[in-house]
C-alpha cells in the first residue's frame, strides 16, 4: 500500500497569499496518478486536480499540481476567502487507492 | 447531472452489520463507463476507501476491510449498496458513495455522506 504524507498539516496565511501543499508518496506513484481534493466542513472532498497537474471541471486557474515520482504539490496562486478549507491528496496509481491525512489552510 | 445520495442507520451496535444504500440519479448505474465506490472518512481523519464495484457485478476491496465487507448493486432501483459484518467503534466514520471513471480511478462526483455511529 502507498502511505501518502502531507505537509503541513496546518497552514496560516492571508487572503491574496500563495499557499503550497506538499504530498509525498512511500514509493514511486505510477504515470503521475494523483489527485488533489479541497473539503469544506460538512461537505463531501471535490476533486480539484487530476493527473498530477490536469485541473478538474470548472476549477479555477489559481490551483495548479506539479510534480511525479514520490512528491507533489498543490499550489493556489492566491487565496480566496472560499479557498480555506482542508485539502487532501489521492494516488490512484496503485491499489488500494490511498489518501493522505490532510493539510488545513487556515486564516491567519 | 448526476447525483449520489446515501441513506442508511445513524447507529449500529458492536458486532452488529453495517448497511447502507446509495441511490444514484441523473444517470444509469448500469452505465459501463463508471466505477462506482464506497469510501469513508473518521472524524478529523483523511478518506479511506472501502471498495468499488462494476456494472459487470465485479468488485475490488481494500485488503484492509475485505474479509467484512460486501459491495453490490441493485440495477432495478439503480443503487449499490455497502454491508460491513462485525463492526467496532473504529467502524465510525462519515460513509460516502463516489463515482470514478474506468480508466482513471479518481472520484468525480461524490454523494453529501451519511454519519455511522457504532456504540451500544
Known amino acids: 500500500e502507498i502511505v501518502l504524507t502531507q505537509s503541513p498539516g496546518t497552514l496560516s496565511l492571508s487572503p491574496g497569499e500563495r499557499a503550497t501543499l506538499s504530498c509525498r508518496a512511500s514509493q514511486t506513484v505510477f504515470s503521475r496518478s494523483l489527485a488533489w481534493y479541497q473539503q469544506k466542513p460538512g461537505q463531501a472532498p471535490r476533486l480539484l486536480i487530476y493527473g498530477a497537474s490536469s485541473r478538474a471541471t470548472g476549477i479555477p486557474d489559481r490551483f495548479s499540481g506539479s510534480g511525479s515520482g514520490t512528491d507533489f504539490t498543490l499550489t493556489i496562486s492566491r487565496l480566496e476567502p472560499e479557498d480555506f478549507a482542508v485539502y487532501y491528496c489521492?494516488?490512484?496509481?496503485?491499489?488500494?487507492?490511498?489518501f493522505g491525512h490532510g493539510t488545513k489552510v487556515e486564516i491567519k | 447531472q448526476v447525483q449520489l445520495q446515501e441513506s442508511g442507520p445513524g447507529l449500529v451496535k458492536p458486532s452488529q452489520t453495517l448497511s447502507l444504500t446509495c441511490t444514484v440519479s441523473?444517470?444509469?448505474?448500469?452505465?459501463?463507463?463508471?466505477?462506482w465506490s464506497w469510501i469513508r472518512q473518521p472524524a478529523g481523519e483523511g478518506p479511506e476507501w472501502i471498495g468499488r464495484?462494476?456494472?459487470?457485478?465485479?468488485?475490488n476491496y481494500n485488503p484492509s476491510l475485505k474479509s467484512r465487507v460486501t459491495i453490490s448493486t441493485d440495477t432495478s432501483k439503480n443503487q449499490l449498496s455497502l454491508k460491513v459484518t462485525s463492526v467496532t467503534a473504529a467502524d465510525t466514520a462519515v460513509y460516502y458513495c463516489?463515482?470514478?471513471?474506468?480508466?482513471?480511478?479518481?472520484?468525480?462526483?461524490w454523494g453529501q455522506g451519511t454519519l455511522v455511529t457504532v456504540s451500544s
Open positions: 464495484i462494476y456494472t459487470s457485478g465485479s468488485t
Open positions: 489521492q494516488q490512484y496509481g496503485g491499489s488500494p487507492w490511498t
Open positions: 441523473g444517470g444509469s448505474i448500469s452505465s459501463g463507463s463508471y466505477y
Open positions: 463516489a463515482r470514478s471513471e474506468v480508466q482513471t480511478p479518481y472520484f468525480d462526483n
